[in-house]
């Protein structure tokens, strides 16, 4: 019996997978059951947001359930992120850490503002500046927090960086370096929303929105694609 | 983009008789789609700028040119410091190349320094993101540079400090190239982004 380092690959491949299947299902939820897409414009008077809410307010409201459950998708990959950065790391693996930790709790930046979604389409009778609220509060939530993101980033950049294994066999070849360095340097469009009701740097604008989404899509399935990769090869060096 | 490569890569490029591309594949994929993304930008400034013509002209004229002008010439000169500082480099000079990274530094020092100034003019003029769409795209797309700045100037900071010792490895140099080669993205993008916002007529 394998009680290596390696013997975790089985569960570490299913995370990937979890967190592959996560996305997808909050992508589903938000797109295709609220309807999220493309953003509602953040200039909407008071009483069209409202209407947002109740038109369908069925279907929306079992978007939510399904975003709630799928939400926290980062978790996993986060994790597995973390155990693959912690195999390159001499000593205590603190960049490990600071990406995993980063992760989960940048993860509730995902599922909180479904909360908040679910509390606008909860009582759909009520006063319509009263949904605006939380209308604002969950797209802001959604779009312009940058806390702990770049954080999480730069461990991963870190790592593709000085690791000493081949970028052929690793989870974090140096072209992921720059890809994460792509990611983290357009992040910042993304705050900028809270200045901005119309326009390219409103929350459903080019910056904020359009342009950190697309990126992150693509960097989000090459390190899923890297990580099999990497822990394909691990099991065969195995 | 880069000054003086060529005669700089003579040394080092001995593996590849058809030239030397400065840093690797990867930093070229974070460069093209940082240029790409900001392209997008300028076209929608653009677009902008058509729908209202005399306001933007109007906002445009409450600009300093000369801040604008000088600031170019700052960064214009601190990519010629960061060329000279990879050469230096890559002889193995371990006190030209921290002084030339040093001196770039400075100069994107200067630039943030310079930034602040035109924004505290602009605020104490009551002028503000809200105040019109050419200042909405002027404080977004200058800021969103000076945080390009900010970072580029975190890693002339790391190269003076490295540099001060002889680079062993093969990618310590592809890596030093890189950031070099960022640096004068951030230098080309503000080239584009001064003739944008404060001449086109």
Redesign the interface.
């Known amino acids: 019996m394998n009680q290596g380092p390696n013997a975790s690959i089985g569960t570490q491949r299913l995370f990937v997978w979890l967190a592959i299947a996560g996305a997808l299902l909050f992508a589903f939820a938000w797109i295709a059951l609220m309807r999220f897409f493309p953003p509602p414009p953040a200039d909407l008077p008071a009483d069209q947001v409202a209407a947002l809410y109740s038109a369908h307010n069925v279907r929306f409201r079992i978007g939510v359930i399904l975003a709630l459950i799928a939400g926290g998708f980062l978790v996993p990959l986060s994790i597995v992120i973390s155990v693959q950065m912690a195999r390159l790391e001499r000593g205590i693996p603190i960049w490990a850490i600071l990406q995993g930790l980063t992760g989960a709790i940048g993860s509730a930046f995902i599922w909180l503002p479904a909360v908040a979604w679910a509390v606008a389409a909860f009582t759909p009778e009520r006063a319509p500046e009263l949904t605006a609220i939380f209308h604002e509060f969950a797209w802001l939530m959604f779009i312009t927090p940058l806390s702990l993101f770049p954080m999480q980033l730069l461990g991963i950049i870190y790592i593709a960086?000085t690791k000493e294994e081949p970028d052929n066999v690793s989870a974090f070849p140096?072209?992921?370096?720059?890809?994460t360095?792509?990611q983290l340097?357009?992040s910042?469009?993304g705050p900028?929303a809270v200045?901005?009701k119309t326009?390219?740097?409103s929350w459903n604008g080019?910056?904020p929105f359009w342009?950190p989404l697309s990126?992150f899509g693509a960097w989000y399935a090459a390190i899923c694609w890297t990580l099999l990769r990497a822990l394909r090869c691990q099991r065969a060096a195995d | 983009m880069r000054r003086g490569g060529s005669d700089l890569m003579q040394d080092s490029s001995a593996v590849s008789p058809r030239g030397h591309i400065p840093g690797?594949?990867?930093?070229w994929?974070?460069i093209f789609?940082?240029m790409s993304?900001f392209t997008?930008?300028f076209a929608?400034f653009l677009h902008?700028r058509n729908g209202d013509v005399a306001g933007f002209a109007a906002g445009q004229a409450q600009l300093s040119r000369t801040i604008g002008a000088v600031n170019t010439l700052l960064l214009l000169t601190s990519s010629l410091f960061v060329a000279k500082g990879v050469g230096a480099a890559q002889q193995g000079d371990t006190i030209r190349a921290p002084r030339m990274f040093a001196l770039g530094l400075a100069c994107g020092l200067g630039f943030i320094l310079l930034k602040g100034v035109e924004y505290a003019g602009l605020f104490a003029r009551g002028i503000a993101?809200?105040s019109h769409?050419f200042f909405?795209?002027y404080f977004?797309l200058t800021?969103?540079h000076l945080?390009?700045v900010l970072?580029g100037s975190g890693l002339l900071a790391g190269l003076t400090a490295a540099t001060r010792r002889p680079l062993a490895k093969p990618?310590h140099f592809a890596?030093m190239e890189?950031a070099g080669c960022f640096w004068h993205m951030v230098d080309l993008l503000w080239i584009v982004l001064f003739p944008l916002l404060y001449l086109v007529a």
Do not use: C, D, K, N
């Open positions: 960086f140096r072209w992921l370096g720059y890809l360095a792509w340097v357009q910042f469009g900028m200045l901005f326009g390219i740097f080019l910056l342009l990126l | 690797e594949a990867g930093v994929l974070l789609g940082e993304f997008a930008l929608s902008a993101v809200t769409p909405a795209y977004g800021a969103l945080g390009h970072i990618s890596l890189s």
